[in-house]
T-cell receptor
Framework: GDSVTQMEGPVTLSEEAFLTINCTYTATGYPSLFWYVQYPGEGLQLLLKATKADDKGSNKGFEATYRKETTSFHLEKGSVQVSDSAVYFCALTGRSNDYKLSFGAGTTVTVRA | EAQVTQNPRYLITVTGKKLTVTCSQNMNHEYMSWYRQDPGLGLRQIYYSMNVEVTDKGDVPEGYKVSRKEKRNFPLILESPSPNQTSLYFC?????????????FGNGTRLTVT
């Protein structure tokens, strides 16, 4: 079945550091890919998405590119802030199963001032 | 304000005592779903509903029930809670346009079963 694998955390960074969170997927066909973010004490919210190969999703300084050849959707941000401290989830929905979103395990990111 | 509202935020109960976690959304969304979040496992889907009176099992439905009598409400029922149901629970909703439309999440319910 469809699945997502994220790099394990926790990740601790200093402000203005570069952030990368790796995400790879297994799916039949061409899934749509997402990053959701969960701030402390809140539910998840959509950060960005990409629906076809080579698409780049971007939002709030974060970017991720849908790489079909490596089945990856790594999240990056060039200069993190303390307010980026959160749990980040990679997720996908398969073309054959459009109603279900499959999530990775989540990566906890802490940014120190 | 568009939102998904879950209640209660925190709940401590004992094994076997029936409980209900409520979920309500004000966005007229057709699709609603319940997830549980456990460390190292991410979010796993418990049940979902494509519309009123239409519900189906997710990946981990054992020990849970749901109902969808009205479009806005989707309660999660634990008839006989057990300690392995201690978890953080999220309700979510979206339009019927497919899973590529964003899910809107509630703020979660932290359940402890002793």
């Amino acid at each position: 079945g469809d699945s997502v694998t994220q790099m394990e955390g926790p990740v601790t960074l200093s402000e203005e550091a570069f952030l990368t969170i790796n995400c790879t997927y297994t799916a039949t066909g061409y899934p749509s890919l997402f990053w959701y973010v969960q701030y402390p004490g809140e539910g998840l919210q959509l950060l960005l998405k990409a629906t076809k190969a080579d698409d780049k999703g971007s939002n709030k300084g974060f970017e991720a590119t849908y790489r079909k050849e490596t089945t990856s959707f790594h999240l990056e941000k060039g200069s993190v802030q303390v307010s980026d401290s959160a749990v980040y989830f990679c997720a996908l929905t398969g073309r054959s199963n459009d109603y279900k979103l499959s999530f990775g395990a989540g990566t906890t990111v802490t940014v120190r001032a | 304000e568009a939102q998904v509202t879950q209640n209660p935020r925190y709940l401590i109960t004992v094994t076997g005592k029936k409980l209900t976690v409520t979920c309500s959304q004000n966005m007229n969304h057709e699709y609603m779903s319940w997830y549980r979040q456990d460390p190292g496992l991410g979010l796993r889907q418990i049940y979902y509903s494509m519309n009123v009176e239409v519900t189906d099992k997710g990946d981990v439905p054992e020990g849970y029930k749901v109902s969808r009598k009205e479009k806005r409400n989707f309660p999660l029922i634990l008839e006989s809670p057990s300690p392995n149901q201690t978890s953080l629970y999220f309700c979510a909703s979206r339009t019927a346009q497919g899973a590529r439309s964003p899910l809107h999440f509630g703020n979660g319910t932290r359940l402890t079963v002793t």
